[in-house]
Nanobody, 124 residues
């Protein structure tokens, strides 16, 4: 089992920044990627970004490219999502995910592990 605990969500004005953290524990030796998804009210959960175990490969949704940066601190077992130039449409619950399978296109239905989610609200 892998445990994921998110933190760092909150309320911010449009144009502001937030940094989300995802602390991982448990049997992380089998994890090959970490990712962030988000889910707005009434919408499906959507992919935001992913990073490989080594940190050498990252992928971003088109909607966040150039604004969000995903990084991993292996010593701290933590993944960070730096979110800049936030927009009201970024408002959602953000979920950290971990998977034992690498894929460029991630299907939330096949993700191995999820965190509990953290709310991000961007006011206009």
């Amino acid at each position: 089992q892998v445990q994921l605990v998110e933190s760092g969500g909150g309320l911010v004005q449009a144009g502001g920044s937030l940094r989300l953290s995802c602390r991982t524990s448990g049997r992380t030796f089998s994890t090959v990627l970490w990712a962030w998804f988000r889910q707005a009210p009434g919408k499906e959960r959507e992919f935001v970004a992913s990073i490989s175990r080594s940190g050498g490969r990252t992928n971003y949704a088109d909607s966040v490219k150039g604004r969000f940066t995903l990084s991993r601190d292996s010593a701290a077992n933590t993944v960070y999502l730096q979110m800049n130039s936030l927009k009201p449409e970024d408002t959602a619950v953000y979920y950290c995910a971990a998977d034992s399978k690498w894929a460029v296109v991630l299907d939330p239905r096949t993700i191995d592990y999820w965190g509990q989610g953290t709310q991000v609200t961007v006011s206009s």
